[in-house]
């Protein structure tokens, strides 16, 4: 069984930071993406940043100011996130060969 759990998610203030964790089991196929989506009340849920086999995919938002990175040996995908704003306040998906595989999210709210 297929499992991604995501955590990390708080309440912090405008410029500060947060780390979310993804760990995932259950894979039996190749990994061929990993990424962070993200979702508002009435919006789609749109895509932060993934790794590809090939490359790093980051939006513009969030350059400079948020970092992926993975853990094989430990199965976690991990997001860094710094310099946080408010329109940053979303709740935060990790996802594995996307659309296929997603976690239930871990909610992020920027404020003072």
């Known amino acids: 069984q297929v499992q991604l759990v995501e955590s990390g998610g708080d309440l912090v203030q405008p410029g500060g930071s947060l780390r979310l964790s993804c760990a995932y089991s259950?894979?039996?196929?190749?990994?061929?993406?990993m990424g962070w989506y993200r979702q508002v009340p009435g919006q789609q849920r749109k895509l932060v940043t993934h790794?590809?086999?090939?490359?790093?995919e980051t939006i513009e938002a969030v350059q400079g100011r948020f970092i992926i990175s993975r853990d094989d040996a430990k199965n976690m995908m991990y997001l860094q996130m710094n310099n946080l704003k408010t329109d940053d306040t979303a709740v935060y998906y990790c996802?594995?060969?996307?659309?296929?595989?997603w976690g239930r999210g871990t909610q992020v709210t920027v404020s003072s």
């Open positions: 790794i590809t086999t090939s490359s790093i």
């Open positions: 996802s594995v060969n996307y659309p296929k595989y």
């Open positions: 259950g894979i039996a196929e190749r990994i061929n993406t």
